[in-house]
């Protein structure tokens, strides 16, 4: 009898309990004013977009504050040491670089470069090996030398096991330490070729080619290697590149990139002014699958994997002009929109205009046309059960490549955090071109009566290496400081 009077009297407890539960969430109710969200224009600089700063070890320290990425080539030697046939790479050296761009607030593209033929009086003519493996090459007759600008530059036979078992060795350790990295937005693959380009044409000796099976082993060996950071190969015609998850990186940009110049007869004539044969290597509009022979475009890459590259260095010359306005902005516009590129390197070069001059609204224009332009299209709220929905926009031509989370901020009328909490089943490098995504927030089922404000914000990842990593920032009105917006104005009663 007892003992059914004890459960009798729990079960009535947990009745009572469960109602009062329920009675609190139908009573809690909530009042939420969202606010309403207009696209302003794109903004530079911006994380992972715009163009890029190519960093200078000389002078580290002067990165122009337009710029949110720098280019960091890699000299093969300065990274990856063998010594008594033991290997391994120098990460102080390459934390210290890190650490200098990160601590701008920007990120990394890294390019690891072997062999580069504007700096023959350093490495061993041009060549940056490791002394070890240069040896053993030398030694099997592996070295090959060419002359070049009244000096000799040296070649390696790129299809040697010893060379090959090297490249793969140092991507495996490079990956190990550097895979996932918050401060590196792409590792462009180089190692193959002038200035890690894939292009050995000006050597005279077949055997520095490397064929199409071995380049793809080292495909394999990045693509293997790298899940998280997003790879960048230089042509998707070579080793079968295009068959991989990866982007591309073209470095000739504009001059051999697109068939702008079947839509504009202006600019078809300055690229024949220079180079009558300029169509003949599309390798970004169409490209020579080597297998068979077959024409196929890498339309579709773009939706998951980033595009860049640099500008050809005859856009630096008469006949063509600056790239701000006339037919050389057209174009530029033209291939950014038509690549989705995210990026480009080398205005540098060609002359930034500086904050004062004329062209240089025309020229952040621009910077900001690249990759993604994410907004806030809307805000929605479903006030019976404390459901908020903020709806995600993309006017770019590209999406952003990571999934960075958004972080929800839960204000009471004093301006006190009461609550976070961040949406991990958002997606935000889903939210292609013209698309758009949702992100969920519930309010807190412990929140007491009172007035409250709700903020959004995405997490840079970078946040960990230095406090001026440069938040995400959206096209919208409703902005606040460091890439915080306002969703709602909340009454719960």
Known sequence: MKKRLLRLTALLLTIALSAAVLASCITMKYAVTPRTFHHTSPIVPNPMKGFVSVFNEDDPDKANP?????????KFSSVYHIENGVSSIDCEYIDSLLHKVNSRGNTVIFRVVMLDPNKLY???????LPQELYQT??????????????????????????????????????????????????IQMGLYGSWGEWNMSNCSDTRCVMTNPNLNRLIEAFTESFTQTKLMARNPSLGNANRYDIGFHDDNFLFNSSDFHTQNKAWKNLLEQVDPSYGTLQQFYDFMDGQNGNYMPIWDKWETQM?????????????FGPLWSGTEREALDYCIRQFHMSWLMGCGQGGLPKKDAPEYAS?????????YDIAIAKVEAKERTGKIITTFTNYGVAPFYYNWVPEYQLLDSLGNVTYTCCDTDFRLSEVLPQSQVDSVFFIPDETIPGDYTLRVRFINPAETLSE??????????????????ELAAITAQ
């Open 66 to 74: 337009s710029f949110s990425l720098e280019y960091i080539g890699l």
């Open 307 to 319: 595009f860049g590259g640099e500008l050809s260095g005859f856009m630096y010359n008469p006949p």
């Open 468 to 485: 001026k990593a440069k938040p995400l920032l959206l096209s919208n009105d409703n902005a606040l400081e460091n890439g915080v917006y």
């Open 122 to 128: 350093e490495g061993t003519h041009g060549l940056f």
């Open 363 to 371: 020229y952040e224009a621009v910077s900001a046309s690249f990759g």
């Open 137 to 186: 090459l030398k030694t099997d007759g592996r070295i090959y030398a060419d002359p070049l600008n009244n000096d000799t530059i040296e070649y390696p036979d790129f299809n040697d096991e010893h060379l090959i078992a090297a490249m793969i060795d140092f991507v495996e350790q490079f990956a190990a330490v550097y895979d996932g990295h918050p401060g590196i937005a792409a």
